[in-house]
């Protein structure tokens, strides 16, 4: 997990439920992107909630999630 804190002690970081968030105080959680499938059955990952593109198609979800991941922690991390 990378936990990025800027100069005001903000913290960012990919939710994980293995992390006790309630430990950093008082807590913001949104959502980054969305991975959803498409009518044939693909997944994309959908990062236009983050300033991001739209990334696929995957023919499994966890590789649309690894993805994700991964273009998010190089752009917003």
Do not use: C
Not at 6 to 18: F, K, Q
Not at 51 to 67: Q, V
Request: neutral net charge; without cysteine; proline residues 4%.
């Amino acid at each position: 997990m990378i936990i990025s804190i800027d100069r005001a002690g903000g913290v960012r970081a990919i939710y994980s439920d293995g992390f006790n968030w309630q430990a950093l105080g008082k807590t913001l959680i949104q959502r980054a992107s969305q991975v959803e499938p498409d009518h044939l059955g693909l997944w994309w990952a959908d990062l236009s909630v983050s300033g991001g593109p739209k990334i696929g198609p995957f023919a499994r979800r966890t590789d649309a999630i690894a993805a994700e991941i991964a273009w998010l922690e190089k752009h917003h991390l």
